[in-house]
């Protein structure tokens, strides 16, 4: 599976748009994108997923670059209990029971 | 609420103990996983189930036993186990490993402590 960067950590004020940057430069074709925020001291929690088309849901979007390189991931208003860690992982489905989680990025919602 | 839940949430125990720790979904999954969580570290994937059958063992030390019974329910069997054993322990399950975009949910973990 492919190597994701993140930056460690970011801020956000409550209610404004969290955006949470990945690169995944070594992507390969068939191999999806995905996100998952642990809050502390509990299970990792999943976002959101795509391949190559922006994807939305409930809680989240996500905007994939045309050439798969980096993703963005968006919380719309964040809110307090948004602060987590926040994981991107490129993950290959064939072996989706390798699941690796890296160091993510530390978001912080602040009022 | 994820629909896989761990009991118990918090366990201490002295390294000449024996006990359990229980996972169990209800989301009609295949497959079950165990992983370990230290301080400060990035999970890691200890025991893969699917379809009851153990898919992976990621070379974990032989004082942790996994069961699974059914594909509803995991078990791992800890005994004398180590002060650097203490970690966060989590549950995961999913639809069916190999499957395109198959999905783990992750219950809320157990936290050990080995005395």
């Known amino acids: 599976d492919a190597k994701t960067t993140q930056p460690p950590s970011m801020d956000c004020a409550e209610g404004r748009a969290a955006n949470l940057p990945c690169n995944h430069s070594?992507?390969?074709?068939?191999?999806?994108v995905y996100w998952y925020r642990q809050i502390h001291s509990q299970g990792p929690q999943y976002i959101i997923h795509?391949?190559?088309n922006n994807e939305t849901n409930e809680m989240a979007s996500l905007i994939i670059t045309e050439d798969r390189k980096s993703s963005t991931l968006i919380l719309p208003h964040a809110t307090l209990r948004d602060t987590a860690v926040y994981y991107c992982?490129?993950?290959?489905?064939?072996?989706?029971?390798?699941?690796?989680f890296g160091t993510g990025t530390r978001l912080q919602v602040t009022l | 609420e994820t629909g896989v839940t761990q009991t118990p949430r918090h366990l201490v125990m002295g390294m000449t103990n024996k006990k359990s720790l229980k996972c169990e979904q209800h989301l009609g999954h295949n497959a079950m996983y165990w992983y370990k969580q230290s301080a400060k570290k990035p999970l890691e994937l200890m025991f893969v189930y699917n379809f009851k059958e153990q898919t992976e063992n990621n070379s974990v030390p032989s004082r942790f036993s996994p069961e699974c019974p059914n594909s509803s329910h995991l078990f791992l069997h800890l005994h004398t186990l180590q002060p650097e054993d203490s970690a966060l322990y989590l549950c995961?399950?999913?639809?069916?490993?190999?499957?395109?975009?198959?999905?783990?949910?992750f219950g809320p973990g157990t936290r050990l402590t080995v005395l």
């Open positions: 995961a399950s999913s639809q069916n490993p190999g499957r395109t975009q198959d999905t783990q949910y």
């Open positions: 795509g391949l190559k």
């Open positions: 992982i490129a993950l290959n489905t064939g072996t989706a029971s390798k699941l690796t």
């Open positions: 070594t992507i390969s074709g068939n191999e999806y």
